[in-house]
């Protein structure tokens, strides 16, 4: 018997010793898996103590190795994170509403002083029927990089380090709802540099560029720290005078704009020159001269060249007799209606080319009105009365069936398998019928979809965008490609180019004009081109315009080229003929150009 249980008792030895090799050889192979993940990882218990971590975890929150973690609490690896805090995100797992993992960014105050940020998922882990936190820990900071460039390409001035005229209309809808608030007064300034044309026709853009930097830290230098200055664009800035007293606020405002056109007299030295320029102000107050953003900028613009037909170098404040711009509205919703019918409409076309091979590859086609009250009318003069009407529908109608007709009169010619991009509005994505009529313009006229591209701004998919999602859905089903235009130009871009699943994204011509002498603007364009070769987009450049421009574009990897370089708006005809003879003469990429 003693035999029996002394074998027994070896055998039972034995099997522990097996069991335990194969739990020691398990839980090695699991370390080597956590530790081959490209992420950090840790797992901790409910009261916040580390039971697993990998090496890359250790590294990011600056230990050396992963075991110095085990066994720590999480507040001792992170100075700035309170037990409470520690405990609340815990807490989250114990919710059964919550989707996992669960995702949050930020940045991370590391023991050796360094901030890191980082995305942390998280998901709930249950061993023993004990509950713990799964967390992995990605390094962002290259990301956030490029998010932080193109949060700075999108709101900030590329040439003066200023507010844009997007960020501008923000802050101003801001500073007007605070002024409603408190009772008070706000005032606009608009300001033109005179005659800065002459400046870049006599010393170049990079002169001109180094004006507008230098007027705009004088500009800032006469603003109180409350005030707001951005470039308007080409020489026009805006200053916004918040929180003024309403019984000052015109005489404050006139005597700001005083101090800025004597400092603006003083003259500037640009490369060794005396650059003498002037300003005019035109001056709108919140509540008296508009009640909203867009009306104290419009009536501030009219004023401006009210200054500037009174001679230059001088200041007006808006008044209703200045109101030209509404009366010029009026002029246009009349001559429209009954202008489609009177066949004054037409369709020109512009030549997109591939920036490496110079082949024509995609026309976008432009609306041009010729009325026959008022003579040519440009299309930002009629198209946002339009659509303040609800006429941009039928206009949008028109186009879409002129553009697809056109395809299809170039069917067996060069331009056969050319794709067209034009233009729509939200008005028209809010139409029911929308889907159907695109659908009905491609097989009427035979053509494939892919030979059809709508070109949608950050607007248009800002407004109702649950049903312009829906809509977009539909339209890709069809196989129409969709682009975003003018990006950069509005703070939704980075979320929308992935929610609504783009194909073609347009980098605004104000980022293109200053990249052969702006190293700021080289920078962004480089970041935006990147940014879109990473979500599998179609880039095109608008508003090229020099052989320099071109060379820098393709040598950054941008798809398509659009601009006066290439082509300006034509007619059909014209159209094919200058396909044909860049057929015939087979353009060298532009990358042969010198720059």
């Keep these: 018997m003693a035999w029996f249980l002394g074998n027994s008792a070896l055998k039972m030895l034995s099997m522990l010793g097996l069991v335990y090799a194969v739990q020691d050889e398990i839980q090695q192979r699991y370390a080597r ?42 507040c001792d690896l992170l100075p700035n994170l309170t037990r409470e805090m520690a405990d609340h995100y815990f807490r989250r797992f114990e919710t059964s509403d919550v989707q996992f993992p669960v995702s949050d960014t930020g940045v991370m105050k590391l023991r050796n002083g360094n901030n890191l940020p980082v995305e942390m998922l998280g998901s709930p882990y249950i061993e023993r029927g ?25 709101r900030i001035d590329p040439v003066t380090g200023f507010f844009n005229r997007y960020a501008l209309t923000a802050m101003l809808e801001q500073a007007l709802a605070k002024a409603a608030a408190d009772g008070r007064a706000c005032a606009v300034l608009f300001i033109d540099l005179d005659k800065f044309k002459r400046v870049n026709e006599s010393f170049g853009h990079a002169a001109g560029d180094e004006l507008l930097r230098n007027a705009a830290n004088r500009l800032h230098s006469l603003l109180r720290p409350t005030d707001l200055l951005a470039r308007f664009g080409g020489d026009e800035f805006i200053a916004i005078l918040p929180d003024i007293s309403l019984n000052s606020a015109e005489q404050m405002a006139s005597d700001c704009a005083t101090e800025i056109i004597a400092a603006m007299a003083k003259g500037f030295e640009l490369s060794y020159h005396a650059i003498s320029v002037t300003a005019s102000i035109g001056i709108a107050c919140y509540p008296h001269q508009g ?65 490496h091979t110079g082949k024509l590859t995609k026309v976008e086609a432009l609306l041009r009105w ?115 235009d003018d990006f950069g130009t509005g703070y939704s871009s980075l979320s929308y180019l992935t929610q609504f699943q ?94």
């Design 370 to 484: 010729n009325s026959s009250l008022l003579g040519p009318v440009s299309p930002d003069r009629f198209i946002p009365v339009a659509e303040d009407s609800g006429m941009i529908i039928a206009l949008g109608t028109w186009v879409l069936d002129q553009a697809c007709r056109q395809i299809g009169r170039w069917k067996r010619s060069v331009l056969d398998d050319v794709t067209i991009s034009i233009n729509v509005s939200a008005w028209q994505l809010a139409d029911p019928d929308f889907v159907a009529l695109v659908s009905q313009a491609l097989i009427r006229n035979g053509l494939s979809p892919h030979q059809l591209e709508l070109e949608l701004t950050e607007r248009v998919l800002i407004d109702d965008a649950g049903n312009v999602q829906a809509v977009l859905a539909q339209l890709r089903a069809l196989g129409v490609g969709m682009s975003l």
């Design 291 to 355: 009640i909203d953003s867009d009306t104290l900028l419009r009536n501030a613009d009219v004023a401006m060249y009210e200054a500037k037909k009174a001679g230059r170098g001088e200041q007006r404040m808006f008044n209703d007799a200045m109101n030209v711009a509404a009366k010029d509205g009026l002029l246009i919703d009349g001559a429209l209606r009954g202008a489609l019918e009177a066949n004054e409409f037409y369709l020109v076309y512009q030549a997109i080319t591939n920036a």
């Design 33 to 74: 898996t956590i530790d081959s993940l490209s992420h950090g990882f840790l797992i901790r218990d409910r009261r916040g103590y580390v039971h697993v971590a990998n090496e890359r975890c250790a590294k990011l929150l600056g230990f050396d190795t992963a075991q110095e973690l085990l066994g720590m609490h999480v």
């Design 502 to 595: 783009l194909n073609t994204l347009k980098i605004d011509r104000a980022f293109v004009m200053d990249i052969e002498h702006s190293e700021r603007s080289n920078n962004l364009v480089h970041a935006i081109i990147a940014m879109g070769h990473s979500l599998g987009l179609q880039l095109v450049a608008e508003g090229v315009e020099t052989a320099g421009q071109a060379a820098i574009l393709e040598r950054m990897g941008c798809h398509y080229l659009q601009g006066y370089y290439i082509a300006r708006p034509i007619a059909p005809d014209e159209l094919l003929r200058f396909a044909n003879e860049r057929v015939a003469t087979a353009p060298a990429p532009y990358t042969d150009f010198a720059i």
């Design 130 to 154: 004990r509950l713990y936190c799964l967390v992995q820990l990605l390094d962002i900071s290259e990301r956030k990089k490029k998010d932080d460039l193109l949060y700075q390409a999108a």
